[in-house]
């Protein structure tokens, strides 16, 4: 069998500057199916603009990004979207003033995919039951009717997740999503990331606790000044002398 | 005289509900009153040049305005707040002084001859647009418009082509205004280039945000108040400009969000509650933010 049919997403010499800072310097890996795969590195590594430019927010200088066999390189966020790349936020993009059952039920994907088409949908009740059947997975059924906006910071990680899914996604990107979580909060959130594991081929998370990235991924990469420094098991790669040194500096410990 | 209230009032209606329609999307749109003369004279000249029957031309002129909205949208779109107001303002005020200086349709001077607008007309158009309007807000595509107005990028991301979505918006809300300037120059018989400059867009957006524009009943209401107002205070006379003012600025002051912003975290919980009524589970009750 060969790597690449194996693979859901290869990224080839990805580069991205601004003004002359090379926040991505010609990075190349690629997502295996059926992988949980991790990325950290320190503060300004470049995880962040690599997450935008892969789900298309920003376009890349230069560099391929293959999905599913297909060149996706530069198509916009949507498209990408469409073809099953989904992500969330490290800030949490919830729509604030809807409610939870309506931030998962806009995501479905026979509505975004024919909007027009949508407005003659009478019966919903597929879509809804879907949609409330999703949110159970997510401990989030009881708070169908909240606005969006009201709930607390670990069930607003979940709903993002959770709607992120809604649209049947193959690949899913989490952008630090254990950011500001304590240690039982991240605990749980990691069991919530085990538990979307089964609903897509793939997950991609960006994150920088180093106790979770260590139990949670299959394959981690370490990036460090828009480089990878570090490929391979998360023990071996934590345990990396180069690894060390630019997340911890030289004299640095685990925590 | 009650068939001028009939027709003003409704075609108001139409005209408020022309800009809720592209401001569903997220757009603010000043140029409802551009698209309102290009109906205006487009069904105009179609009527008395050509012999058409009134509706046909309505049509017609509906769609010529709505390709305008969408050929100058889709490059506007790519800007944002103040910058796609500007833009929407210079369409109005191209659209002026373009059909000031046709004089195959009278110039400055304006163009004549249109009759035929009946109260049913424009009544027929409120309920059709209503209805419309309507069964959106109880369909899917509600709530895709919905978030591409909360958040774009967050839409984006879920895969909704937010610029395709906005300019639909934009195209159907021009057609819409050009629509209700049909009837309304077939009502008139005679019509100025000055009927439609940039204070009639300006009027039009404040119908619909004085009514409110988080449901799709604000904004009619916001433009029968508007119509009916200056009649209330005709016995004011020259002060009636001075009163009209006076009235939008206390609105605006007591109720910032339109005198019917109603559809609140409980109105959106039952309406999901009652599609969701297959389901067992009963509604928690709606915890605002």
Not at chain 1, 95 to 103: G, H, I
Not at chain 2, 52 to 59: D, K, S
Not at chain 2, 149 to 156: C, G, V
Request: hydrophobic content about 50%; some cysteine; charged content about 15%.
């Amino acid at each position: 069998m060969n790597v690449v049919a194996q693979s859901v997403l290869v990224v080839e010499g990805l580069s991205k500057s601004f003004r002359g800072l090379n926040a991505l310097d010609s990075v190349s890996f690629n997502v295996q199916s059926g992988e949980i795969l991790g990325l950290m590195g320190p503060n300004g590594a470049g995880k962040s603009v690599f997450i935008n430019v892969v789900t298309g927010l920003y376009p890349a200088d230069a560099g391929t990004i293959h999905y599913g066999g297909r060149n996706v390189t530069g198509l916009a966020s949507y498209e990408l979207a469409r073809l099953g790349i989904a992500r969330t936020y490290q800030n949490i993009r919830l729509l604030r003033r809807m409610t939870v059952l309506e931030n998962v039920l806009v995501a479905t994907k026979e509505h975004i995919d024919r909007p027009l088409r949508s407005f003659c949908v009478w019966n919903q009740r597929s879509f809804v039951t879907a949609a409330k059947r999703l949110l159970e997975q997510f401990h989030l059924v009881d708070k169908s009717d909240w606005l969006a906006g009201s709930l607390a910071y670990g069930e607003a990680r979940r709903l993002e997740i959770a709607r992120a899914l809604a649209g049947k996604p193959s690949l899913l990107f989490l952008d630090e999503p254990a950011a500001g979580m304590n240690e039982r909060e991240t605990e749980e959130l990691s069991s919530t990331i085990r538990a979307s594991h089964k609903f897509v081929e793939a997950i991609v998370i960006i994150e920088h606790d180093v106790a979770m990235m260590r139990n949670l991924p299959h394959r981690l990469i370490v990036l460090d000044s828009g480089r990878k420094i570090a490929e391979g098991r998360p023990n071996d790669v934590l345990a990396q002398s180069n690894v060390i040194e630019a997340y911890f500096g030289t004299d640095g410990t685990d925590d | 005289m009650m068939q001028d209230y009939i027709v003003f009032v409704g075609v108001n209606m139409v005209l408020a509900w022309s800009v809720y329609v592209i401001l569903l999307a997220g757009s603010l749109s000043f140029a409802n009153g551009g698209f309102m003369a290009i109906g205006a004279y487009a069904s105009g000249v179609l009527t008395v040049k050509f012999g058409m029957p009134l509706i046909p031309a309505a049509l017609i002129a509906g769609l010529i305005a709505g390709a305008v909205g969408v050929l100058v949208g889709f490059p506007a779109l790519r800007t944002r707040g103040i910058y796609l107001m500007l833009v929407t303002v210079g369409i109005t005020v191209s659209v002026k002084a373009v059909i000031e200086s046709i004089d195959y349709v009278g110039g400055i001077q304006g163009f004549g001859g249109m009759v035929g607008t009946r109260p049913w007309h424009v009544i027929a158009l409120v309920i059709l647009v209503g209805c419309g309007l309507w069964f959106l807000s109880k369909s899917p595509l509600q709530r895709i418009l919905d978030a591409v107005r909360e958040d774009e990028l967050s839409a984006a991301s879920l895969g909704i082509n937010t610029v395709y979505v906005k300019l639909v918006c934009l195209g159907v809300g021009a057609f819409l205004a050009a629509v209700a300037g049909s009837f309304y120059a077939h009502h008139l018989i005679h019509v100025t280039p000055d009927q439609f400059g940039i204070v009639v867009s300006v009027f039009i957006v404040l119908y619909a945000v004085l009514g409110g524009t988080n449901n799709m009943w604000g904004p009619p209401i916001g433009g029968v108040i508007m119509t009916l107002i200056p009649e209330v205070v005709r016995g004011l006379e020259s002060w009636r400009p001075t009163a009209f003012g006076v009235i939008i600025l206390v609105l605006l002051l007591i109720r910032p969000d339109g005198l019917l912003a109603f559809r609140d975290v409980t109105t959106r919980a039952k309406k999901i509650w009652v599609t969701a009524k297959a389901d067992e589970s009963k509604p928690a009750r709606a915890k605002s933010a």
